[in-house]
C-alpha cells in the first residue's frame, strides 16, 4: 500500500490470542514452567502478522487454507502508517513473526534491528521472484536478505467513472477549479510531497525546491474535500459520494472496482506516479521463525496469487504469478502496460532530516486546509 489493500477494522485476532496468552500461562505456572516458556509454546501454534488491515495477509480463504497446510492460525495486528509500523517493531520487540515492510522503509527496519535475516532456502519460489525486486538494495544488505519481495504497485489517480466520462491525463485534474470539493488526499506528508514534487517537475524522493511543493499543495485547498487514512474509509466516502477524485493505490483501486463495485476508473498521469514494492520481513527475536518461513513461502506461492486476484490486488513480484493471471483480467494489461511503468518514480529511502522536513511542511499546509 505503499500499497496499498488497507483498512477495515482490527482487534478480534488481538483479543483472541490474549485469551490464548493468557490461559498458557496460567496452566504453565501451573506445573512450574515459567511464563516465557509457556509464551514460546503458545506461539509455536499461531503466526503473528504486522500489516495494513485488508491487505492480502488476513484474507479468510487464505488463512484457512494455510491452516489446513500447516495447522498454523494467523493472528494479525495493524498499522496506519509505515511510522507506526517501525514504532511498533521497536516498543514490542519479540512479538512479530511477519511484517509487511515497504521497500523506503525495509532498510530502516534492518539498520534498526527490528527484522532478522531472512533464509531464502527456506522460501519456495524464491528464485521465481523478478530479480529487479527480489535482489534490490533495498531488500538486501551484505549479502544478507532481510525482506522476500512479494507485492509491486502504483500510487496514482483513481476517478469516478460516473462523472468522468474520459480518463484524465493529467495531475493537474487535481488542481482543476471545476473540482472544487471534489478531492480526496490521503493524509500522508511523503506521498503529498511526493505528488505536488511530480506536479512541479521535480524529483518525488528528494525535491529541491520545497517552496514550491508547499506552494503547489496550498493551491489544491479549495478543491479538497476529504483527507483520508485508510482503504475502508475512502470505499466509505467514495460510495457516499463525497469525492470524485482521489490520490490512490492501484491494488486498491482494482478492488474498489471488483469487490464492492464501485465505478473506479485509474490513471497513470503523463507527469507521472509512484512506484512501490513491498517485502515480507521476519521481527527479530520472532516468537514463531519458522512458521515465518512458512507463511511468507505461501503468500509468494501463485497459487495463493491467482485466488487472490479475483479482488483485485497489486502486481505479484512472482513472474509465473502474473504469467498464470487469465489475460482478460484487467490488472494483469495494466500492470504489463509499459507506457504507465516508464512514467513512475520508485521511492527510495529518505534521511531522517527530509522526513522531518516533509511532516513539517504537510503540518502547516494541513493547518492552512483546516481554516
Known sequence: MTGKTRGLKAGLGTVSRRKFVAGASALGLGLGVSPFISRRAAAAGEV????WQGYGTDEKWALEAFKAATGLDVVHEYYNSESEMITKLQTNPGVYDVIVTNCAWNG????LGVIQPIDTAQVPHFADLNPAFRDSSLLNVDGKTYGVAWVWGITAIAYSTDVFKD??????VLWDAKNAKRVALRDDAIEAVSFAALATGQDMNHPKDLAKVK????????????LWSSE????????AKAFDLSVYWSGSAFRSKNSFNLPVGYVVPNEGAVGWFDGLAIGKDAPNAEGAHKFISYMIDPAYYIKWAEVGPPASANNKAM?????????????????NVKRLQFMAPLSDEERQAYSDLWAEVKTEYAK
Open 48 to 51: 503473528k502478522v504486522l500489516n
Open 108 to 111: 530502516q527496519a534492518s539498520e
Open 167 to 172: 480518463a484524465p491525463t493529467s495531475l493537474e
Open 215 to 226: 506552494e503547489k499543495l496550498l493551491a489544491l485547498k479549495p478543491n479538497v474535500a476529504l
Open 232 to 239: 475502508d474509509e475512502w470505499n466509505k466516502q467514495f460510495q
Open 323 to 339: 504469467a498464470a493471471l487469465p489475460d482478460t483480467d484487467a490488472s494483469k494489461a495494466f500492470y504489463l502496460d509499459q507506457e
